[in-house]
C-alpha cells in the first residue's frame, strides 16, 4: 500500500467567471518524482499555489502531508519545501548565510542549522565557495543550492517550479541525480517543467489543459496511450486542442 | 558562397576578465537554416549581437552578406532583420502600431513586403487592437517575428526565440522559420533546446564560448564515438551510484527514464559484465538495450573531451 | 543591507546633507544686501541714519545716486532689492516740525525678501528715534514711506508661479524624456532600433517631440490660471514669454537626454531625476530661498542650475515687463547648456551596445 502525500479531489479555482483550475482529482504518492505538465496558462502555476497553501481554493477538496488546505493552510507551508526558477536565494548573501537563514525560517535550532549545514557543504561540495556570494557561483551550482535549501527541514513534499531553466545538458542532468536523490530519501517531489524530455525522467506525469488534467500516468503509458514516441508528441496532440493557451 | 563568415572570432567582457568567445570560426550558406545550441551564458548573445554589429569583436573577422561587420556596420544594418533575446517591442503599442512603427523604421510599408509575413500575421490579426504587452508568449514571438521580417531582409537573426515558449508554439514556430527559408532567407536561430537542433540544416554546439562542433544535425550524431545503452532497474537512484562506480565506464547520467551509459572499452561482452556486476549489487528488473545517441548525448559527450 | 553600499550612502547621506544645507545654506535671514542710497538731505540726520545702515550686516552699500531715473535702472537690472530716498531738509524737517519721512523702495517681485528688507530698514530707523529721544526729550518722529515696486499688494502668486513654471516644465521634460528612452534600453527596442537603418538618435529626438507639446500646453495652462485666478499680470511681451519658455524646454529636454545617455536602468533615470535635478532646482532655483542669502560656494554651483536663469528671465517679462535687453544674458546662459547637453549626449550616444 503506497502511502498517499497529496491527493485532490475536484479542486477548482474560480477568478470571477474565469475558471482557473476546472475540478481536478489526483493522488501523488511518497516517495514519488510527480511531473505536472502544461502549457502557459493552461492552470499550473494556479494548481501550485493551491497545493502549497497560497492560495484559497473556490471549491473541492486537497489534502496536503495529511493538512487540509482550507483549513490548515499555514501548517502546509512548514512541512512542504519549495524552490522556482527565479531561485528563492538571496543573491547578496553568501551560500552560508543563505543556509542559515533559511534554516531560521523553518524553525530549526541553531544546532541543527549548524549539523544541517555541515551536511549538506559536504554532500555538495562547496567547501571553497561557502563564503562566495551567491550572485557570483555558477547558475548551475545556484540550482543545486536552492534545491538544498528548500529541502533542509526534511519537508514531506517539495514543489520545484521550473527549476532547470537555462543551464547546460550536464548540468541539468547532475541536477536531477540530485531530484532522485531527494525522492530517494522519501521526500516527494512535485516539479513543473518546460523541457518535455525531462518529463520521462519522472515516475508519473499530469498534463494540464485548459484548467483540467486530461492525461495521467507514467510515461510509458501516457506514450501508449497516444501512440507517440516521445512526450513532445504527447504533449503537442494534447495541448493543440487547447483553447486558451495562447490567446 | 557563404552569407556569413567568422573567422576566428574573440570577445571578453569586464576587461578582458570574462571570457564569452574564444577564437570562433565557421561559415553560414545563402538560405540556410543554421542552429547554434547552447545553454545560458555560453556566448550566443554576445556572437548574435556582434554580427549585428551591436557589438565590436577583440580579435577576429567577420561579414555578413559581404559586409564586414565592424567597417560596413551601416551597410548591415539596413538589409538584416534582429529578433533579440528579451522581448524587443513597445508594450503600450498595439499589434498594428508596434508593426507600423517598424515599417517605418526600416523605410519600408507594411503593405509592400505584406506577403512575406502574410501566414504569420494571419495567426495573430485577430489580436491587431491589442495592446503588445498584453499578449500571450506565443503571440509576443509571432509578432516579433513579423517586426524582423517587415524589410524584407537577406538575413534573419533570432536569439533564442522559443525560450519560454510552450510546446506547441515552439513547433509552430519552427515551421514558419522553414517556410521562410522558402523565400532564399538566411537564418541564424540559437536555442537552449536541443531537441530543437534536429530542425536546422547545420548546427553549432557552443558551450563556454567555445564551438564544439558544426556539422549537420546528422553528422553530429555519427560522430558519437561509442556505443550507448539506455539501462535501467528498479531503483533508479542506486544505479546511478552503482554504475558510476564500475570500472569500465566512461559516461553514465540520466535520461528519462533510463539511464545512458557508455564504456571505455568495449567487447562482446561488457554487456553481460555490468548485468552480472549489477546482480552482484542487488538490483532487480534490470533491462538493457542499445540505443542512438540525441543530440544532447551528443553535447555531453564532448563536454567530456 | 550593508552590501548596498549605494542605499547605505542614500540612508546615512541625506540627513547630513540636509542638515547642512537647511541649517547654513538655506536661511531666511538676508545678509549683505545691495543697497542704494540717494541722500538729497546730505545732513547730520541721514549721515548717522546711512552710518548705521552700513554698520548693519544686513546691508552693503552699493552706491549714493541722486536721480530717480538711475535708481529705476538700477531696480530693472535686478541689481538692487531695496533703495532709501532722503528727502531735501531731512534734519531741518525733524528738528523742526518734530517729523520727517524717508522714502524706502523695495522690489516686491519676491514679497518675502521685501518684507524682510523693509523690516530691517525700519528697525534701523526706530533704533535711530530712539537714539535722539535720549538726548533731546522730544519726540521726533521718522515717518518711513514704503512702496513696493512691481507688486504693490504683497501677492504671493508673483513669486511663486515663474518658480511653479520652472518645476513643472523640469519635471515634464527631464524626467520623462530620460525614462522613456532608457526604458527603451531596458525593454530591448533600443537593440533593434540601432539594427535599423535609421539613426537611431534620430528616432530619440522624434520621441521627445511630443513632450516638447505636453510642456507647451502645461506652459498655456499655468498662464492662463495665473492671469485670470491669481490675477497675476503679465506686463511684458507674451511672444517673447513663450519663446523664452521654449528655449528652456528644449534645455530641459537635452537634458532629459543626456540623463538617458549615461544610465542604463528606469531607476537610475529616475533618481538622477529627481535628486540630481528636482532637489537643486527648489533648493537653488532662487524663489524658495534667494540666492544673494547663500554662501557664495553654493551662489557659484547656483549659476549651473538652469531654473534659475528661467526664474529671472520670468520674472523679468511677467512683473517688470522687462524687455530682451534686460535678459539677454541669461537667455545665452540657457542657450549654450541646452547646446552643450545636446552636443555631449550626440557624443555619448553609441551606435552600438558595449
Known sequence: MKETVIKTENLTKRFGDFVAVDAISFEVYKGE????????????????????????????????????????????????GYMSQRFSLYEDLTVIENIKFFGGIYGLSDKQIKQKSEELIEQLQFQNEIKKLVHDIPLGWKQKLALSVAILHEPKVVFLDEP?????????????????????????????????DEAEYCNRISIMVDGRIDALGT????????SATSMDEVFYKLARGAKRSDN | MPDITLDHISKTYNKNTLLALDDISFEVNKGELFGLIGPDGAGKTSLFRILTTLLLPDKGFATVNGFDVVKNYKSIRGIIGYMPGKFSLYQDLTVEENLKFFATVFKTTVEKNYDLIRDIYLQIEPFKKRRAGQLSGGMKQKLALCCALIHKPEVLFLDEPTTGVDAVSRREFWEMLKSLQKENITILVSTAYMDEATLCDRIGLIQSGKMLSVDTPENVLKAYPENLFAIKSKNVHKLLTDLRNFENTLQCYASGEYLHLSFKTENGNSQNEVVVFLKEKGHDEIEMKMCKPSIEDCFIRLLAS | MFRDRKTLLLLFG????????????LTNEIKNSKIVIADFAKDIASQEIIGKIEASKNF?????????????????????????????????????????????????SDPNTATTLTNYITSIVNDYQQDIWKTSKVPY??????????????KGAPNFVPGVMAMVLLLVCVMMTSISIVREKELGTMEVLLVSPFKPFLVIVSKMIPYLFISLLNLVIILVLSVFLLEMPIRGSLILLVAESTLFIITALSLGLFISTVTDTQQAAMSISMLGMMLPTILLGGYMFPIENMPIALQVVSNIVPAKWFYIIVKAIMLKGLGFSYIWKETLVLAGMAMLFLLISLRNFKIRLA
Open chain 3, 14 to 25: 541625506m540627513p547630513i546633507v540636509q542638515i547642512l544645507l537647511f541649517g547654513f545654506a
Open chain 1, 164 to 196: 532547470t531553466g537555462g543551464v547546460d545538458p550536464a548540468t541539468r542532468k547532475q541536477f536531477w541525480e540530485m531530484i532522485y536523490q531527494t525522492a530517494d530519501k522519501g521526500i516527494t517531489v512535485f516539479v513543473t517543467t518546460h523541457y518535455l
Open chain 1, 219 to 226: 510515461p510509458r503509458e501516457l506514450k501508449e496511450k497516444f
Open chain 3, 141 to 154: 518722529r521718522i515717518m518711513p514711506e514704503l512702496r513696493m515696486l512691481y507688486n504693490p499688494d504683497l
Open chain 3, 60 to 108: 552693503n552699500i552699493e552706491k549714493s545716486i541722486l536721480s530717480s531715473q538711475e535708481i529705476e535702472a538700477a531696480f530693472k537690472k535686478g541689481e538692487i532689492k531695496i533703495a532709501i530716498v532722503f528727502p531735501n531738509n531731512f534734519n531741518y524737517d525733524l528738528r523742526h516740525s518734530n517729523k520727517a519721512q524717508i522714502q524706502v523702495i523695495a522690489d516686491a
Open chain 1, 33 to 80: 518524482i510527480f511531473g505536472f505538465l502544461g502549457a502557459n496558462g493552461a492552470g499550473k502555476t494556479t494548481a501550485m499555489r493551491m497545493l502549497s497553501g497560497l492560495s484559497k481554493p473556490t471549491s473541492g477538496k486537497a489534502i496536503v502531508a495529511g493538512l487540509d488546505v482550507f483549513t490548515q493552510p499555514e501548517e502546509i507551508k512548514k512541512n512542504i
